[in-house]
């Protein structure tokens, strides 16, 4: 079973950018895909980013995309969400997440993710 420990979150202005970590421990870390997701205060989860195992292909929210980049370095267990030209909008707790791919593969579809993170919170200022 893999542990995620997410990091990075903070206040930033409008404009500005953060970039988040995403550290997996006690799994194959190269053999799950991960996905990115947020959830504002009032509103229910939505999907980030997601990148499969070899981090080849990528997949984003249109909300998302131009602005935020989702990256993997398997040789460090990490995934990591490189956020710019952030928005006020953008405010959530931000969840990393791994895939066991046993239900098959659907990056958006966080009921398919089998281990999460904490979180970590993201502020944007206006």
């Known amino acids: 079973q893999v542990q995620l420990v997410e990091s990075g979150g903070g206040l930033v202005p409008a404009g500005g950018s953060l970039r988040l970590s995403c550290a997996a421990s006690?799994?194959?870390?190269?053999?799950?895909?991960m996905g990115w997701f947020r959830q504002a205060p009032g509103k229910e989860r939505e999907f980030v980013a997601a990148?499969?195992?070899?981090?080849?292909?990528?997949y984003y929210a249109d909300s998302v995309k131009g602005r935020l980049t989702i990256s993997r370095d398997n040789a460090k267990n990490t995934v990591y969400l490189q956020m710019n030209s952030l928005k006020p909008e953008d405010t959530a707790v931000y969840y990393c997440a791994a895939m066991d791919l046993r239900g098959g593969y659907y990056p958006s579809n966080d009921e398919k993710y089998d281990y999460w993170g904490q979180g970590t919170q993201v502020t944007v200022s206006s």
């Open positions: 990148i499969t195992r070899s981090g080849v292909s990528k």
């Open positions: 006690g799994g194959a870390f190269s053999s799950y895909p």
